[in-house]
C-alpha cells in the first residue's frame, strides 16, 4: 500500500501456501515465509518472483535481519541464522522444546520468548533464552513476571526490552539484568486480547493493536518521531462531490482541478479546433558534438563517456523564443587564451588529453598500460597528489648528467629531494615499459616547507577540478626543484655509512654539481643619475623571458607583424636591462637607476620559463609564428609565383636532390616560432650574441666545437613543457623531450636519437617538428630546455651505487620507550651477509592516508575515481636458510609525519601509537633508512619469497626484476581462476592456522616461505608441473567446498609461537 492508503499492487500466492512472515531486506526486496519448506523472494519493483530458498526446518513464522545474518524463528521453537548472501545456515539455536513465540535482535544479544512442552501441553516459558552472537552460545536466562509474547530492544540509553502479554501487560527491563515487578505498566486493550506490538524506528512510540481491530499508541512526548525522516501521515481525501467550494473566475491561481469533472463523450471547452491552435512543444537542447564523435552502438542504443561540461542530470532550457543563440550554446573557456573563440573549434589531439587509470575489482592489475605506452620507457602515473610535475621529472631523467649524478648523490637527510629523485631514477632505469610512481618523491615534497610556502602543493579538490594555473604552477616548481637540489649537493660532508656519494667524481669544492650545469654567472650593474656605478656578482639557475612591450624595447616588433627573432627576445630577457629605484650610496637615497645585467659564463643548460600567462603573451607567440610561416613559404617557394597557392602535392617535388636539405610541409611549417638550435657567444666588452642557428648553418660554417675555444658556443632544444587548454578536464601537462642515444642503447639496443610524448604514463613518438608547434588556441608552451652540444662529453656518467652493507647493521630506534626485550627481530652479522641467488621472507603492513574516492552509477555498480592512498608502516625481512632460518633480520616500524585516517588494525595489526616515537615501544625508523635496506638486498641480487609482493612493493615504491621475485600468490595459482589467501594456504599445505585476530608480519613472512619450500617439495624443484598440477586441482576443489574459510581454531597455537624457532623467542 502507498503512504495514502491506496493499494499499489496485489501479489497471488498459491492456495496450498500458508504464509506468515514478511521481511523487507531492502528499498525494493521482500522475503516471505511461512509453514512451508521453503521461503520466496520477490522483487517490489517488477512485483515477480526472484528466488525461492529451501528451508530446512519448516515452518519460518518471524524473520528479523542485521548487517550479519538473517534470523529466522521457526514454530518447532528453533531459531536459524542464515549468510545474508547464499541464505545458507551458518547457526542454530534450539530455544524452546515447544514453539517460539517473538524474538529480537539488537548488537550482540538475541532475545527470544516461547512456549515448552509440558504433560498438559504447551505452557508459556517465563525465561526469555538470551543468546551472545559473538560466542554463539547462550547466557544466563532472564526470568520475567509476565507471561511473554511479544517481545522488543528499545535501544536508548541501555539496550532495555519491552516484554509484552497478551493480556496487555507490559513490562520493561535489561537482558542482563534482573526482572523488577515495579517496572510492569497496564496497556488497556478494546479487545480482550493484544495481537502484536511494535515500537518506531525512532524508539519514541510503542504500538499496540488488539483483537477488536483497535490500534493504541504509546508515546514519550505529543508530537513525537516515528523515524529518522519523519514527515506527517497522507491519508486519503475526503470526497468533495457533496460540498464543492464555489470558484471565483478572477483568481488566475485558483487550480480548477478542485472540480471533479463527470466522463463524457462530448466535446470539451478545452478543446480547441485544429484551425485556431497549433502544438507548440518545448525544443530538445542539441546533443554535445563531443559526445556524438565518441559515441559507440550497440544496436539502436548509443553509448559515449560523459564528457562533464554540465552538471549530472541538469540541462539548461531557453524560455525565450527570441534568443538566436540557443543552438550554439557553449561552454565559456576558462582559460583566458582562446576565451573569443569557439572551443569546438580548436579540438585537443586524443594522445595529448588528459589521461585517467580506470579502476576495477582488482585495482590496477587488468589496466592495459601498454595500450598507452608501446616502447621501453617508464611512464608516471598521475593519481598521487600534486603529480602535476610528472612530465618535468622526466625532462631532468633525460638529462644524461643529471641522472647520473643524482643517483651517485645520497645524503643521511631523511626527507632529501635529490635522494628521493635518485630512487626514482632508478627506477626508472630498471623499468621495461612499466609505470612507476613518484609517491616517496612527492612525500618528501609535501614536507618542504619552501613548497607548501611558494603555493607548490595544491589541495586535492583543486588538482581533480583545475583550479590551479598549472603553467605558472609548473614553471615556479621548475625554478624550485633547480634550487633544492642545489641545496641538497651542496652538503659535502657525508658520513661514513654514506661514504660512495663523496667519491663522486662530480663533485668540487663550494659548489654543487647542478650549480656546474645549470648556473650561469652574471654581473649586475646599477647605474645611478649622479654616474656613480654598482656591480655585484651574481648566479641564476634559469631565465625567464621577457617580451617587448612597444617599439622603444630594441626589438622590430608591432602589431603589424614584423618579424621578431626568439633570438632577439631570449638576448633581452638574458641582458635584461630596466629602469627601477634603487639605493644611492654617493646620493645617499633611492634613485632612479638604470640596471643592466652582462653574462660572466654560460651555464652547459640552459633552462627558459616561457612565461605566456595571458591573452597579451599568447598573441604574441601566435603573430611571430604567422610572420615565420610566410616568411619560410617565400624562402621554400623559390621560383614559383608568389600568387600560386601550393598543394601538399607540389611540396614534394620541392625536396632537393640526394645528399641535400629536405624541404619541410606545409604543415610542419605552421604554429613554428621557436627554433631547434640557437648560437651563443660572448665578446670581449661582456657582451652576448645570440641567433637561431639551423642546419643550413653548420654547414656554411662548419662544426660548432671548434668555435668553444672563442666563447661560441651552440645549445640545441632538449625538451618543451606545455600546457594543455582542455575546458572538459581543466587542462594538463606534458612534456616533449628528445631521447639521446644512450638511453636508446639501454634500453633498446640501438643508436639513434627520437623525439617523444610524455603524457604521464602515456608515451609516443613524435615527429621534432611537432615538438616546437604550439597551437596557442590548446597548447602553450611552458619551459624550454636547451643543452650545449657534445655535453655528456664534459662529464663521468658512470654510477657508482653509493649505498653500501652498512645500512643492513644495526640501528637505534626513533622511538623514546623502545627496549631491547621489545626486540623483534636480530640484525645480519658481517658471516650473514646476503649473496646472490639467497632467499629473503618479506612482508609488509599499510595504513591508509586518504579514503578510496568512488561513484555509483546509474546501474548500480561502483566506479572508482580515486584509489585510497596507503603508506607502508611495518616492513619485516626474514631469514631464508642458514642456522637462523626463519627469524627475521629487518623488522622495522615506519615513522610518518601525515595524518592517518585508518590504521586498518584488523589486518595490518598496526594500532594507533606504534609509529609516534614519543610513545611507541617498537623498533621504530624513518622510511629512508628502510628503504636502502631493500636496496641493498636487490641491488645485492637476493629472491624476495612472500605472498601478494606486488602490492608491497608498489606501496613501498620499489621497482623489482621480476626474476628476483618469488610470489606464493601466483606459484599457487591455476589461470583464470581465484588468488588464494595465505591464510587458506597455509591450512592446507602446512597444517597452520595464522591471521587469527590480526595480521603479523613476521608469521606472514615465515609462513611464505615454508610455503616455497613446499612448492618445491610438491614440483620437485619445478620438474614435474604435471603433478603439481594434480596438487592444485585438489586445492581449488577442497577451496569450493568449504567457500575458502579456514575451520574455526580450536585451542590451537599461533607457528609465531611455535617451537619451530626457539630463537626469536630467546629475545
Known amino acids: 500500500m502507498a503512504r495514502g492508503g491506496l493499494i499499489i499492487f496485489d501479489y497471488l500466492l498459491d492456495e496450498s501456501e500458508d504464509m506468515h512472515s514478511l521481511l ?26 526472484t528466488q525461492k530458498y529451501a528451508v530446512e526446518t519448516p515452518g519460518v513464522a518471524i524473520m528479523r535481519q542485521t548487517n550479519r545474518f538473517f ?49 498438559t501441553g504447551l505452557a508459556c516459558d517465563r525465561f526469555l533464552k538470551v543468546y551472545d552472537l559473538r560466542m554463539m552460545r547462550a547466557i544466563t536466562p532472564l526470568q520475567v513476571h509476565v507471561d511473554p509474547a511479544f517481545l522488543r530492544f528499545i535501544p536508548t540509553y541501555t539496550s532495555r526490552l519491552a516484554i509484552i502479554s497478551q493480556s496487555g501487560q507490559c513490562q520493561f527491563c535489561e537482558p542482563t539484568g534482573l526482572a523488577n515487578p515495579a517496572d510492569i505498566f497496564h496497556v488497556n486493550p478494546v479487545g480482550p486480547l493484544l495481537m502484536t506490538f511494535d515500537v518506531s524506528a525512532s524508539k519514541q512510540a510503542l504500538a499496540f493493536g488488539d483483537s477488536e481491530g483497535c490500534v493504541h499508541l504509546w508515546t514519550d512526548s505529543p508530537e513525537p518521531s516515528f523515524n529518522p525522516y519523519s514527515r506527517e501521515t497522507e491519508f486519503a481525501l475526503p470526497c468533495l462531490v457533496d460540498s464543492l467550494p464555489p470558484l471565483d473566475w478572477s483568481q488566475d491561481l485558483l487550480p480548477l482541478s478542485l472540480i471533479p469533472v463527470p466522463l463524457t463523450t462530448d466535446t470539451l471547452l478545452s478543446d480547441w479546433p485544429a484551425a485556431n491552435s497549433a502544438p507548440a512543444p518545448r525544443r530538445a537542447p542539441p546533443v554535445d558534438a563531443e ?92 593519481h598521487i597528489p600534486n603529480a602535476y610535475c610528472n612530465c618535468m621529472i622526466q625532462v631532468l631523467y633525460f638529462l644524461e648528467p643529471v641522472r647520473c649524478l643524482i643517483q651517485n648523490h645520497l645524503c643521511q637527510k631523511e626527507f632529501c629531494l635529490a635522494c628521493e629523485l635518485g630512487f626514482l631514477f632508478h627506477m626508472l632505469d630498471l623499468s621495461r615499459g612499466d609505470p612507476c610512481q613518484g609517491s616517496n618523491f612527492l612525500r618528501a615534497f609535501r614536507t618542504i616547507p619552501e613548497a607548501s610556502a611558494l603555493g607548490l602543493i595544491l589541495a586535492d579538490s583543486d588538482e581533480a577540478s583545475g583550479k590551479g594555473n598549472l603553467a605558472r604552477l609548473i614553471q615556479r616548481w621548475n625554478r624550485f626543484i633547480l634550487t633544492q637540489l642545489h641545496q641538497d649537493m651542496q652538503e659535502l660532508e657525508v658520513p661514513q655509512a654514506y661514504r660512495g656519494a663523496a667519491s663522486s667524481s662530480f663533485c668540487s669544492s663550494g659548489d654543487s654539481v647542478i650549480g656546474q650545469l645549470f648556473s650561469c654567472e652574471m654581473e649586475n650593474c646599477s647605474l645611478c643619475r649622479c654616474g656613480s656605478e654598482t656591480v655585484r656578482a651574481s648566479s641564476t639557475l634559469l631565465f625567464t623571458l621577457s617580451y617587448p612591450e612597444g617599439s622603444n624595447s630594441g626589438i622590430p616588433y608591432n602589431k603589424t607583424g614584423k618579424n621578431c627573432d626568439f633570438a632577439q627576445v631570449l638576448k633581452r630577457s638574458i641582458c635584461l636591462e630596466q629602469n627601477t629605484q634603487a639605493w644611492c650610496d654617493n646620493c645617499e637615497k ?66 632537393s636532390p640526394e645528399g641535400m636539405l629536405r624541404c619541410p610541409s ?20 661582456k657582451g652576448l650574441d645570440v641567433c637561431n642557428w639551423t642546419d ?67 608515451i609516443e613518438p613524435i615527429d621534432k617538428h611537432e615538438a616546437v608547434q604550439f597551437d596557442m588556441n590548446w597548447k602553450v608552451p611552458a619551459i624550454l630546455y636547451y643543452t650545449k652540444r657534445n655535453l655528456n662529453s664534459k662529464y663521468n656518467l658512470n654510477i657508482k651505487n653509493p649505498i653500501e652493507a652498512s645500512v643492513l647493521m644495526a640501528e637505534a630506534s626513533l622511538a623514546r620507550k623502545q627496549r631491547k626485550t621489545h626486540t623483534t627481530f636480530i640484525p645480519l652479522m658481517l658471516n650473514e651477509m646476503p649473496q646472490v641467488g639467497d632467499l629473503v621472507g618479506l612482508d609488509a603492513e599499510f595504513v591508509t592516508l586518504n579514503e578510496e574516492e568512488a561513484e555509483l552509477r546509474s546501474d548500480g555498480t561502483k566506479s572508482t ?64 633508512s628502510t628503504y636502502l635496506k631493500l636496496r641493498f638486498l636487490i641491488d645485492i641480487g637476493v629472491k624476495f619469497v612472500g605472498h601478494g609482493l606486488q602490492k608491497d612493493f608498489r606501496v613501498i615504491n620499489l621497482m623489482v626484476p621480476k626474476d628476483q621475485v618469488l610470489d606464493t600468490v601466483y606459484l599457487f595459482h591455476m589461470p583464470r581462476k581465484r588468488m588464494i589467501s595465505l591464510r587458506f594456504l597455509a591450512w592446507y599445505f602446512l597444517d597452520l592456522k595464522i591471521q587469527g585476530e590480526t595480521h603479523d608480519s613476521i608469521e606472514d613472512a615465515r609462513t611464505a616461505l615454508q610455503l616455497y619450500q613446499k612448492y618445491l617439495e610438491l614440483s620437485k624443484n619445478g620438474t614435474e608441473p604435471e603433478s603439481f598440477h594434480k596438487v592444485l586441482k585438489g586445492l581449488y576443489e577442497k577451496g569450493r567446498k568449504m567457500d575458502w574459510k579456514v575451520p574455526e581454531p580450536e585451542g590451537q597455537t599461533s607457528p609465531k609461537n611455535a617451537a619451530v624457532f626457539p630463537s626469536v623467542l630467546a629475545l
Open 696 to 762: 643550413g648553418d653548420e654547414m656554411q660554417w662548419g662544426p660548432a666545437r671548434a668555435e668553444e675555444e672563442h666563447g661560441v658556443y651552440v645549445y640545441d632544444l632538449m625538451a618543451t613543457v606545455v600546457h594543455i587548454l582542455d575546458s572538459r578536464t581543466g587542462g594538463s601537462l606534458v612534456a616533449h623531450i628528445k631521447v639521446g642515444e644512450t638511453y636508446h642503447q639501454r634500453k633498446e639496443g640501438v643508436t639513434h636519437q627520437q623525439w617523444y610524448l610524455f603524457n604521464d604514463f602515456l
Open 24 to 49: 523487507l531486506t531492502d528499498s525494493s526486496m521482500l522475503l516471505v515465509g511461512g509453514l512451508q519448506n521453503h521461503i520466496l523472494e520477490i522483487d517490489l519493483n517488477t512485483v515477480q518472483e
Open 666 to 685: 606545409i604543415e610542419e611549417l605552421k604554429n613554428v616560432w621557436l627554433p631547434f638550435s640557437i648560437r651563443m657567444k660572448l665578446t670581449k666588452n
Open 291 to 382: 559526445i556524438l564523435r565518441t559515441m559507440k552502438k550497440v544496436g539502436f542504443i548509443g553509448y559515449a563517456p560523459n564528457p562533464r561540461t554540465r552538471l549530472r542530470n541538469q540541462i539548461p532550457y531557453r524560455l525565450k523564443e527570441s534568443d538566436s543563440e540557443f543552438d550554439s550554446f557553449s561552454k565559456v573557456t576558462e582559460s583566458p587564451i582562446g576565451r573569443e573563440e569557439e572551443p569546438h573549434l580548436h579540438m585537443v589531439s586524443k594522445k595529448y588529453r588528459k589521461v585517467t587509470i580506470k579502476y576495477s575489482k582488482l585495482g590496477l592489475e587488468d589496466f592495459d598500460f601498454k595500450h598507452y605506452n608501446k616502447t621501453l620507457f617508464a611512464g608516471l602515473e598521475p
Open 590 to 655: 633611492y634613485q632612479p637607476t638604470i640596471q643592466t645585467r652582462n653574462i660572466r659564463h654560460l651555464p652547459d643548460i640552459l633552462v627558459i620559463n616561457c612565461e605566456v600567462n595571458s591573452l597579451k603573451e599568447a598573441d604574441f607567440w601566435r603573430m611571430q609564428a604567422d610572420v615565420a610561416f610566410k616568411m619560410a613559404i617565400k624562402k621554400h617557394s623559390g621560383e614559383i609565383s608568389k600568387n600560386t597557392e601550393l598543394a601538399l602535392a607540389d611540396w614534394k617535388e620541392l625536396g
Open 865 to 928: 575515481i580515486k584509489p585510497s592512498q596507503m603508506s607502508v608502516a611495518r616492513i619485516t625481512c626474514v631469514r631464508g636458510q642458514g642456522p637462523n632460518e626463519g627469524i627475521p633480520f629487518i623488522d622495522d616500524y615506519i615513522s610518518t609525519q601525515e595524518q592517518v585516517v585508518d590504521y586498518l588494525t584488523q589486518y595490518s595489526g598496526i594500532k594507533p601509537g606504534d609509529l609516534d616515537a614519543k610513545i611507541s615501544s617498537k623498533h621504530l625508523t624513518t622510511l629512508k
Open 71 to 119: 534470523f529466522c524463528g521457526h514454530t518447532s521453537g528453533k531459531i536459524s541464522l542464515r549468510d545474508l548472501r547464499t541464505f545458507k545456515v551458518e547457526h542454530e539455536f534450539d530455544a524452546f522444546s515447544g514453539s517460539l513465540s517473538d524474538f529480537d535482535v539488537h548488537g550482540n544479544l538475541l532475545a527470544s520468548c516461547g512456549f515448552s512442552s509440558r504433560l
